[in-house]
Protein backbone atom coordinates (compact mmCIF):
# COMPACT_ATOMS: atom_id res chain seq x y z
CA UNK A 1 0.00 0.00 0.00
CA UNK A 2 1.42 3.30 -0.73
CA UNK A 3 -1.05 5.27 0.44
CA UNK A 4 -1.32 4.33 4.68
CA UNK A 5 -4.40 3.82 6.75
CA UNK A 6 -5.10 7.43 7.74
CA UNK A 7 -3.86 7.88 11.79
CA UNK A 8 -6.51 8.22 15.06
CA UNK A 9 -9.51 7.38 13.36
CA UNK A 10 -12.76 7.61 15.51
CA UNK A 11 -16.06 6.67 15.49
CA UNK A 12 -18.44 8.90 14.51
CA UNK A 13 -20.50 9.31 17.80
CA UNK A 14 -17.45 10.55 19.32
CA UNK A 15 -17.02 13.00 17.17
CA UNK A 16 -20.92 14.38 17.04
CA UNK A 17 -21.90 16.52 20.59
CA UNK A 18 -22.70 14.49 23.16
CA UNK A 19 -25.84 16.37 22.78
CA UNK A 20 -27.86 16.94 19.72
CA UNK A 21 -27.63 20.67 18.50
CA UNK A 22 -31.56 22.10 18.03
CA UNK A 23 -31.10 23.03 14.52
CA UNK A 24 -33.15 26.43 14.43
CA UNK A 25 -30.50 28.12 11.78
CA UNK A 26 -31.71 28.54 7.89
CA UNK A 27 -31.97 25.07 7.30
CA UNK A 28 -31.39 21.86 7.85
CA UNK A 29 -33.94 21.51 10.02
CA UNK A 30 -34.77 18.91 13.12
CA UNK A 31 -36.59 16.07 11.05
CA UNK A 32 -39.70 13.85 12.25
CA UNK A 33 -38.97 10.49 13.81
CA UNK A 34 -40.94 8.80 10.94
CA UNK A 35 -38.53 10.45 8.16
CA UNK A 36 -35.05 9.82 10.48
CA UNK A 37 -36.40 5.86 10.33
CA UNK A 38 -37.05 6.03 6.57
CA UNK A 39 -33.65 7.40 6.08
CA UNK A 40 -32.11 4.25 7.75
CA UNK A 41 -33.77 1.94 4.98
CA UNK A 42 -32.19 0.77 1.73
CA UNK A 43 -34.49 -0.89 -0.80
CA UNK A 44 -34.14 -1.68 -4.79
CA UNK A 45 -34.17 1.85 -5.95
CA UNK A 46 -35.83 -0.36 -9.28
CA UNK A 47 -38.21 -3.21 -7.45
CA UNK A 48 -42.07 -3.04 -7.37
CA UNK A 49 -41.67 -1.33 -3.72
CA UNK A 50 -40.21 1.58 -5.00
CA UNK A 51 -42.45 1.88 -7.98
CA UNK A 52 -45.07 2.09 -5.24
CA UNK A 53 -43.18 4.63 -3.29
CA UNK A 54 -42.29 7.04 -6.35
CA UNK A 55 -45.86 7.02 -7.23
CA UNK A 56 -46.75 8.21 -4.08
CA UNK A 57 -44.31 11.01 -3.34
CA UNK A 58 -45.41 12.23 -6.94
CA UNK A 59 -48.82 12.23 -5.58
CA UNK A 60 -48.11 14.10 -2.23
CA UNK A 61 -45.69 16.83 -4.07
CA UNK A 62 -48.83 17.70 -6.31
CA UNK A 63 -50.63 18.31 -3.49
CA UNK A 64 -47.95 20.40 -1.84
CA UNK A 65 -47.19 23.00 -5.06
CA UNK A 66 -50.71 22.95 -5.80
CA UNK A 67 -50.05 21.33 -9.56
CA UNK A 68 -52.02 18.73 -11.77
CA UNK A 69 -48.64 18.97 -13.44
CA UNK A 70 -47.71 14.95 -14.62
CA UNK A 71 -43.93 15.85 -14.62
CA UNK A 72 -43.07 15.76 -11.07
CA UNK A 73 -39.71 14.61 -10.11
CA UNK A 74 -37.22 13.69 -7.25
CA UNK A 75 -33.75 15.65 -7.83
CA UNK A 76 -30.36 13.70 -6.01
CA UNK A 77 -28.76 16.70 -5.03
CA UNK A 78 -29.29 19.70 -2.78
CA UNK A 79 -31.97 22.27 -3.76
CA UNK A 80 -29.52 24.30 -5.73
CA UNK A 81 -29.43 20.36 -8.19
CA UNK A 82 -32.91 21.45 -9.08
CA UNK A 83 -32.80 24.73 -9.63
CA UNK A 84 -29.79 23.64 -12.13
CA UNK A 85 -32.21 21.14 -13.30
CA UNK A 86 -35.07 23.95 -14.07
CA UNK A 87 -32.99 26.25 -15.90
CA UNK A 88 -30.61 23.91 -17.87
CA UNK A 89 -33.67 22.11 -19.06
CA UNK A 90 -35.37 25.55 -20.39
CA UNK A 91 -32.39 27.34 -21.33
CA UNK A 92 -29.57 26.98 -24.40
CA UNK A 93 -27.36 28.85 -26.99
CA UNK A 94 -29.93 31.37 -28.24
CA UNK A 95 -32.11 31.75 -25.37
CA UNK A 96 -32.48 34.66 -22.97
CA UNK A 97 -33.57 34.54 -19.57
CA UNK A 98 -33.89 37.72 -16.89
CA UNK A 99 -32.92 36.84 -13.54
CA UNK A 100 -34.51 39.00 -10.36
CA UNK A 101 -32.03 38.52 -7.84
CA UNK A 102 -33.10 39.58 -4.44
CA UNK A 103 -29.62 38.30 -2.43
CA UNK A 104 -27.58 34.84 -3.02
CA UNK A 105 -29.64 31.86 -3.57
CA UNK A 106 -32.11 34.01 -6.45
CA UNK A 107 -28.80 34.91 -7.86
CA UNK A 108 -27.41 32.21 -7.95
CA UNK A 109 -29.70 31.38 -11.30
CA UNK A 110 -27.79 33.19 -13.51
CA UNK A 111 -24.41 31.21 -13.11
CA UNK A 112 -26.89 28.40 -13.40
CA UNK A 113 -28.28 29.72 -16.79
CA UNK A 114 -24.75 31.10 -18.36
CA UNK A 115 -23.79 27.84 -17.55
CA UNK A 116 -25.44 26.53 -20.47
CA UNK A 117 -24.60 28.64 -22.76
CA UNK A 118 -28.16 30.94 -21.95
CA UNK A 119 -28.02 34.88 -22.41
CA UNK A 120 -28.59 36.38 -18.83
CA UNK A 121 -29.54 39.95 -18.08
CA UNK A 122 -29.76 40.58 -13.85
CA UNK A 123 -31.84 42.51 -11.91
CA UNK A 124 -31.38 43.93 -8.49
CA UNK A 125 -33.63 45.85 -7.09
CA UNK A 126 -31.08 49.26 -5.75
CA UNK A 127 -30.25 48.69 -1.94
CA UNK A 128 -30.12 45.62 0.20
CA UNK A 129 -32.80 43.26 1.12
CA UNK A 130 -35.70 44.79 -0.95
CA UNK A 131 -38.33 42.88 -2.81
CA UNK A 132 -38.99 43.09 -6.59
CA UNK A 133 -42.03 45.87 -7.31
CA UNK A 134 -44.08 44.98 -9.94
CA UNK A 135 -42.85 48.19 -11.43
CA UNK A 136 -39.39 46.95 -11.12
CA UNK A 137 -40.55 43.84 -12.95
CA UNK A 138 -42.59 46.01 -15.58
CA UNK A 139 -39.33 48.05 -16.07
CA UNK A 140 -37.17 44.91 -16.78
CA UNK A 141 -39.33 42.49 -18.70
CA UNK A 142 -39.74 45.42 -21.10
CA UNK A 143 -36.04 45.64 -22.00
CA UNK A 144 -36.21 42.41 -23.86
CA UNK A 145 -37.97 39.58 -25.01
CA UNK A 146 -36.76 36.74 -22.48
CA UNK A 147 -37.60 33.11 -22.80
CA UNK A 148 -37.02 32.06 -19.10
CA UNK A 149 -37.72 34.68 -16.12
CA UNK A 150 -36.41 33.21 -12.89
CA UNK A 151 -37.83 34.62 -9.04
CA UNK A 152 -37.43 33.05 -5.51
CA UNK A 153 -40.13 33.08 -3.22
CA UNK A 154 -38.44 33.35 -0.09
CA UNK A 155 -34.75 34.90 0.14
CA UNK A 156 -33.51 33.35 3.15
CA UNK A 157 -29.40 34.77 2.75
CA UNK A 158 -31.60 38.29 4.49
CA UNK A 159 -35.17 37.22 5.47
CA UNK A 160 -37.26 39.05 2.50
CA UNK A 161 -40.44 37.67 0.30
CA UNK A 162 -41.08 38.27 -2.68
CA UNK A 163 -44.80 39.39 -1.92
CA UNK A 164 -45.60 40.46 -5.56
CA UNK A 165 -44.38 36.70 -6.85
CA UNK A 166 -47.90 36.29 -8.30
CA UNK A 167 -48.54 39.24 -10.15
CA UNK A 168 -44.62 39.35 -11.41
CA UNK A 169 -44.96 35.65 -12.72
CA UNK A 170 -48.51 37.01 -14.78
CA UNK A 171 -46.80 39.51 -16.22
CA UNK A 172 -43.83 37.36 -17.49
CA UNK A 173 -46.19 34.50 -18.55
CA UNK A 174 -47.98 37.14 -20.36
CA UNK A 175 -44.94 38.49 -22.44
CA UNK A 176 -44.67 34.82 -23.05
CA UNK A 177 -41.95 33.62 -21.03
CA UNK A 178 -41.67 30.38 -18.61
CA UNK A 179 -41.23 31.42 -15.29
CA UNK A 180 -39.05 29.25 -12.81
CA UNK A 181 -39.47 29.73 -9.19
CA UNK A 182 -37.47 28.80 -6.37
CA UNK A 183 -39.67 28.14 -3.20
CA UNK A 184 -36.52 26.12 -1.70
CA UNK A 185 -37.15 27.80 2.21
CA UNK A 186 -41.14 28.48 1.39
CA UNK A 187 -42.53 25.33 0.16
CA UNK A 188 -44.97 24.33 2.74
CA UNK A 189 -44.83 27.42 5.35
CA UNK A 190 -46.75 30.00 3.23
CA UNK A 191 -49.31 29.66 0.30
CA UNK A 192 -47.83 28.66 -2.72
CA UNK A 193 -50.25 27.97 -5.81
CA UNK A 194 -47.84 26.56 -8.90
CA UNK A 195 -50.63 25.59 -11.21
CA UNK A 196 -53.06 29.13 -9.98
CA UNK A 197 -50.04 31.59 -10.51
CA UNK A 198 -48.78 29.94 -13.77
CA UNK A 199 -45.72 28.74 -13.00
CA UNK A 200 -43.94 26.96 -15.24
CA UNK A 201 -40.74 24.93 -13.24
CA UNK A 202 -41.01 25.11 -9.02
CA UNK A 203 -37.87 23.51 -7.17
CA UNK A 204 -37.89 22.72 -3.30
CA UNK A 205 -35.52 21.22 -0.78
CA UNK A 206 -35.65 18.39 1.51
CA UNK A 207 -34.47 19.99 4.54
CA UNK A 208 -36.40 23.33 5.24
CA UNK A 209 -40.06 23.58 4.74
CA UNK A 210 -40.36 19.62 3.91
CA UNK A 211 -38.96 18.42 7.16
CA UNK A 212 -36.92 15.89 5.36
CA UNK A 213 -32.76 15.46 4.73
CA UNK A 214 -31.00 17.43 2.44
CA UNK A 215 -29.95 16.05 -0.59
CA UNK A 216 -32.91 15.25 -1.83
CA UNK A 217 -35.07 17.35 -3.76
CA UNK A 218 -38.03 18.15 -6.31
CA UNK A 219 -39.21 19.90 -9.10
CA UNK A 220 -42.63 20.28 -11.10
CA UNK A 221 -42.56 21.37 -14.82
CA UNK A 222 -45.44 22.77 -16.12
CA UNK A 223 -47.23 20.94 -19.53
CA UNK A 224 -45.85 24.18 -21.20
CA UNK A 225 -42.37 23.61 -19.90
CA UNK A 226 -42.06 20.48 -20.47
CA UNK A 227 -42.91 21.09 -24.11
CA UNK A 228 -40.45 23.70 -24.74
CA UNK A 229 -37.54 21.42 -22.83
CA UNK A 230 -38.43 18.61 -25.33
CA UNK A 231 -37.19 20.55 -28.24
CA UNK A 232 -34.24 21.41 -27.10
CA UNK A 233 -31.73 21.18 -30.06
CA UNK A 234 -28.95 18.38 -29.17
CA UNK A 235 -28.48 16.74 -25.95
CA UNK A 236 -28.52 17.98 -22.75
CA UNK A 237 -24.99 19.01 -21.51
CA UNK A 238 -25.23 17.64 -18.11
CA UNK A 239 -26.37 13.84 -18.62
CA UNK A 240 -27.68 13.75 -14.66
CA UNK A 241 -29.60 16.88 -14.70
CA UNK A 242 -31.22 15.99 -18.00
CA UNK A 243 -34.89 16.12 -17.47
CA UNK A 244 -35.90 13.73 -20.55
CA UNK A 245 -33.42 11.33 -18.70
CA UNK A 246 -34.80 11.52 -15.74
CA UNK A 247 -38.21 11.36 -16.68
CA UNK A 248 -37.06 7.70 -17.35
CA UNK A 249 -36.85 6.80 -13.56
CA UNK A 250 -39.72 9.28 -12.54
CA UNK A 251 -42.05 8.33 -15.40
CA UNK A 252 -41.95 4.92 -16.32
CA UNK A 253 -39.59 3.59 -13.15
CA UNK A 254 -36.64 2.42 -15.60
CA UNK A 255 -33.01 3.29 -15.02
CA UNK A 256 -31.42 6.55 -15.28
CA UNK A 257 -29.19 5.96 -12.25
CA UNK A 258 -29.26 4.60 -8.72
CA UNK A 259 -31.83 6.66 -7.09
CA UNK A 260 -31.05 7.84 -3.38
CA UNK A 261 -33.37 5.41 -1.87
CA UNK A 262 -32.94 6.51 1.59
CA UNK A 263 -33.23 9.82 1.27
CA UNK A 264 -36.56 9.36 -1.40
CA UNK A 265 -38.03 7.31 1.32
CA UNK A 266 -37.64 10.59 3.78
CA UNK A 267 -39.00 12.74 2.20
CA UNK A 268 -41.96 10.26 1.20
CA UNK A 269 -42.70 10.63 5.06
CA UNK A 270 -41.80 14.04 5.14
CA UNK A 271 -44.58 14.45 2.19
CA UNK A 272 -47.47 11.95 4.13
CA UNK A 273 -47.03 14.17 7.89
CA UNK A 274 -47.62 17.21 5.35
CA UNK A 275 -50.79 15.72 3.91
CA UNK A 276 -51.94 14.61 6.84
CA UNK A 277 -51.61 17.89 8.32
CA UNK A 278 -52.68 19.51 5.80
CA UNK A 279 -51.68 22.84 4.13
CA UNK A 280 -54.06 25.08 5.59
CA UNK A 281 -52.97 23.95 9.01
CA UNK A 282 -49.10 24.13 7.96
CA UNK A 283 -49.02 27.64 6.90
CA UNK A 284 -51.24 28.78 10.52
CA UNK A 285 -48.86 26.93 12.16
CA UNK A 286 -45.83 28.53 10.48
CA UNK A 287 -47.39 31.97 10.80
CA UNK A 288 -48.59 32.14 14.13
CA UNK A 289 -45.40 30.51 15.28
CA UNK A 290 -43.04 32.84 13.19
CA UNK A 291 -45.38 35.82 14.33
CA UNK A 292 -44.85 35.00 18.10
CA UNK A 293 -41.26 34.75 17.67
CA UNK A 294 -40.82 37.79 16.06
CA UNK A 295 -42.91 39.31 18.60
CA UNK A 296 -40.48 37.82 21.20
CA UNK A 297 -37.54 39.44 19.98
CA UNK A 298 -38.67 42.46 19.30
CA UNK A 299 -40.38 42.81 22.82
CA UNK A 300 -37.17 41.31 24.23
CA UNK A 301 -34.95 44.48 22.51
CA UNK A 302 -33.91 43.71 19.43
CA UNK A 303 -34.33 44.81 16.00
CA UNK A 304 -35.66 43.11 13.18
CA UNK A 305 -33.88 43.66 9.63
CA UNK A 306 -36.93 43.27 7.29
CA UNK A 307 -39.87 45.88 7.23
CA UNK A 308 -43.26 44.27 8.09
CA UNK A 309 -44.65 44.69 4.95
CA UNK A 310 -42.24 42.32 2.80
CA UNK A 311 -40.55 40.05 5.78
CA UNK A 312 -40.06 36.68 5.68
CA UNK A 313 -41.63 33.99 8.39
CA UNK A 314 -39.92 30.98 7.14
CA UNK A 315 -36.41 32.78 7.96
CA UNK A 316 -36.54 35.53 10.62
CA UNK A 317 -33.80 38.06 10.08
CA UNK A 318 -32.60 40.05 13.31
CA UNK A 319 -29.80 42.85 13.46
CA UNK A 320 -26.83 42.75 14.95
CA UNK A 321 -26.45 45.75 17.52
CA UNK A 322 -23.30 47.67 17.61
CA UNK A 323 -20.24 45.94 19.54
CA UNK A 324 -21.86 42.77 19.09
CA UNK A 325 -19.42 39.66 17.58
CA UNK A 326 -22.03 37.60 16.03
CA UNK A 327 -20.05 34.46 15.57
CA UNK A 328 -19.11 34.33 19.30
CA UNK A 329 -22.91 34.77 20.11
CA UNK A 330 -23.90 32.37 18.10
CA UNK A 331 -21.06 29.68 19.10
CA UNK A 332 -21.46 30.40 22.97
CA UNK A 333 -25.38 29.60 22.26
CA UNK A 334 -24.38 26.65 20.47
CA UNK A 335 -21.84 25.58 23.36
CA UNK A 336 -24.37 26.43 26.33
CA UNK A 337 -27.73 25.85 25.26
CA UNK A 338 -26.77 23.29 21.87
CA UNK A 339 -29.16 25.53 19.90
CA UNK A 340 -28.00 26.38 16.84
CA UNK A 341 -29.02 29.87 14.50
CA UNK A 342 -27.55 31.13 11.94
CA UNK A 343 -25.36 34.28 10.57
CA UNK A 344 -25.17 35.76 6.76
CA UNK A 345 -23.93 35.83 3.73
CA UNK A 346 -21.32 39.20 5.02
CA UNK A 347 -24.70 40.99 6.33
CA UNK A 348 -24.72 41.99 10.11
CA UNK A 349 -27.66 39.89 10.65
CA UNK A 350 -29.05 36.60 12.93
CA UNK A 351 -31.22 34.42 11.07
CA UNK A 352 -33.86 32.18 13.44
CA UNK A 353 -35.39 29.70 10.90
CA UNK A 354 -39.07 28.88 11.42
CA UNK A 355 -39.64 25.93 8.69
CA UNK A 356 -41.32 22.42 9.21
CA UNK A 357 -40.38 21.18 12.67
CA UNK A 358 -38.82 24.01 13.69
CA UNK A 359 -41.78 25.57 14.46
CA UNK A 360 -43.13 23.61 17.74
CA UNK A 361 -43.67 25.70 20.78
CA UNK A 362 -40.93 23.86 22.62
CA UNK A 363 -38.36 24.63 20.21
CA UNK A 364 -39.47 28.43 20.19
CA UNK A 365 -39.13 28.68 23.98
CA UNK A 366 -35.61 26.94 24.06
CA UNK A 367 -34.01 29.15 21.22
CA UNK A 368 -35.37 32.72 22.66
CA UNK A 369 -34.64 31.91 25.77
CA UNK A 370 -30.72 31.01 24.24
CA UNK A 371 -30.65 34.03 22.50
CA UNK A 372 -31.25 36.31 25.42
CA UNK A 373 -28.77 34.85 27.43
CA UNK A 374 -26.31 34.74 24.98
CA UNK A 375 -26.08 38.55 24.00
CA UNK A 376 -26.60 39.08 27.77
CA UNK A 377 -23.29 36.84 27.75
CA UNK A 378 -21.77 39.31 25.30
CA UNK A 379 -22.54 41.87 27.30
CA UNK A 380 -25.79 43.14 26.25
CA UNK A 381 -28.87 43.04 28.53
CA UNK A 382 -32.18 42.35 26.71
CA UNK A 383 -35.53 42.46 28.16
CA UNK A 384 -35.52 38.22 28.03
CA UNK A 385 -38.38 37.85 30.49
CA UNK A 386 -40.79 40.31 28.34
CA UNK A 387 -39.49 38.81 25.29
CA UNK A 388 -40.29 35.34 26.54
CA UNK A 389 -43.60 36.88 27.64
CA UNK A 390 -44.82 38.25 24.43
CA UNK A 391 -43.81 35.42 22.35
CA UNK A 392 -46.15 33.29 25.09
CA UNK A 393 -49.21 35.88 24.88
CA UNK A 394 -48.92 35.25 20.88
CA UNK A 395 -48.87 31.72 21.27
CA UNK A 396 -51.52 31.30 23.51
CA UNK A 397 -53.90 33.77 21.61
CA UNK A 398 -54.33 31.24 18.75
CA UNK A 399 -53.23 27.97 20.31
CA UNK A 400 -56.29 25.99 18.64
CA UNK A 401 -54.15 26.49 15.03
CA UNK A 402 -50.93 25.50 17.06
CA UNK A 403 -50.42 21.08 16.29
CA UNK A 404 -47.36 20.42 18.58
C1 LIG B 1 -34.10 30.18 -1.17
C2 LIG B 1 -32.99 29.19 -1.34
N1 LIG B 1 -32.68 28.77 -2.56
C3 LIG B 1 -31.70 27.89 -2.77
C4 LIG B 1 -30.95 27.38 -1.74
C5 LIG B 1 -29.86 26.41 -2.02
O1 LIG B 1 -30.13 25.22 -1.34
P1 LIG B 1 -29.05 24.04 -1.22
O2 LIG B 1 -28.01 24.54 -0.29
O3 LIG B 1 -29.84 22.88 -0.71
O4 LIG B 1 -28.51 23.83 -2.58
C6 LIG B 1 -31.24 27.79 -0.43
C7 LIG B 1 -30.45 27.29 0.70
O5 LIG B 1 -30.45 27.81 1.80
C8 LIG B 1 -32.29 28.71 -0.23
O6 LIG B 1 -32.61 29.11 0.98
Not at 380 to 390: D, H, P, Q, R, T
Amino acid sequence: MTVPIPEQLTPLQSILPSEPLLLMGSGPVPIPQAVARANGEVINHLGPTMDKIIHNVKRMARYCFQTRAEKVFGVAGPSSAAMEMAVSNLLWPGRKALIFKVGTFSGRFADMAAGVGGEVDVFEPPGTAKPITIEMAREALARDRYDVVTMVQGETSCGIKNVHLPEIVKMAKAQGALVVVDAVCTLTTMPMYMDDWQIDALVTGGQKGLSSIPGVSLIAFSDEAWNTLKQRPGDHPHWCFDARRAWRFWGFQQYHYTAPVPGILAIHEALRLICEETLEKRFDRHQLSSTALQAGIEAMGLELYVPKEYRLNSVVAIKIPEGIDGLALRQYMADTFHVEIAGAFGLPILRIGQMGEQCRSQNLFKVLYALGMSFKHEGLNLKISEGMAAMEENLVRDADHFVD
